[in-house]
T-cell receptor, first 116, second 112 residues
Framework: ETGVTQSPTHLIKTRGQQVTLRCSSQSGHNTVSWYQQALGQGPQFIFQYYREEENGRGNFPPRFSGLQFPNYSSELNVNALELDDSALYLC???????????????FGPGTRLLVL | AQSVTQLDSHVSVSEGTPVLLRCNYSSSYSPSLFWYVQHPNKGLQLLLKYTSAATLVKGINGFEAEFKKSETSFHLTKPSAHMSDAAEYFCVVFGGSYIPTFGRGTSLIVHP
């Protein structure tokens, strides 16, 4: 076990709705990253939060947003859901420093989102 | 820029035989490379990582990988497959940034 938890495990939404996914990082980790994994694909980087601020974003539109809280929890929010948003959403926590930005990431089990 | 190519979408082996999962990468900078494994309905688990130290990296569960700069490869091997090794394997590259690029994955099938 990695010590990273996610909720809920599964979720069904309809097109146009909004969704919030939650992640609890390992204690002491200052960074959380979110990924989208479509069926049969590798995870795609959505964005990363470092010390509660967005630290980088992949090729995802602004309707994907996030928050990171001081208590090692974080959220991924997706507005105006589209059918193609159906995927496994993974969060990963790590402890990075200026000297080492490429530290090991510890993944949660994911939330499987289905958009109908 | 960075990219990673996993050369096989599926690899099928018999239990007790060697495993080879192939990964090629490209990076403008000296890369950090990782292999992760994903069992069904589970998150990703780190197998091993290369971060410019020894080129032969040993990981968990008997897996190892060799970094070959001249071939831009980081292939994952195991001398003897076990049924519990059946899973999806991902090669990951960090090439000078904090944003990783994942390969598309290789599904390892282990036959009794």
């Amino acid at each position: 076990e990695t010590g990273v938890t996610q909720s809920p495990t599964h979720l069904i939404k309809t097109r146009g709705q909004q969704v919030t996914l939650r992640c609890s990082s390992q204690s002491g980790h200052n960074t959380v990253s979110w990924y989208q994994q479509a069926l049969g694909q590798g995870p795609q980087f959505i964005f990363q939060y470092y010390r509660e601020e967005e630290n980088g974003r992949g090729n995802f539109p602004p309707r994907f947003s996030g928050l990171q809280f001081p208590n090692y929890s974080s959220e991924l929010n997706v507005n105006a859901l589209e059918l193609d948003d159906s995927a496994l959403y993974l969060c990963a926590s790590s402890l990075i420093s200026v000297a080492n930005l490429q530290e090991t990431q510890y993944f949660g089990p994911g939330t499987r989102l289905l958009v109908l | 820029a960075q990219s990673v190519t996993q050369l096989d979408s599926h690899v099928s082996v018999s239990e007790g035989t060697p495993v080879l999962l192939r990964c090629n990468y490209s990076s403008s900078y000296s890369p950090s490379l990782f292999w992760y494994v994903q069992h069904p309905n589970k998150g990703l688990q780190l197998l091993l990582k290369y971060t410019s130290a020894a080129t032969l990296v040993k990981g968990i569960n008997g897996f190892e990988a060799e970094f070959k700069k001249s071939e831009t490869s980081f292939h994952l091997t195991k001398p003897s497959a076990h049924m519990s090794d059946a899973a999806e394997y991902f090669c990951v590259v960090f090439g000078g940034s904090y944003i990783p690029t994942f390969g598309r994955g290789t599904s390892l099938i282990v036959h009794p």
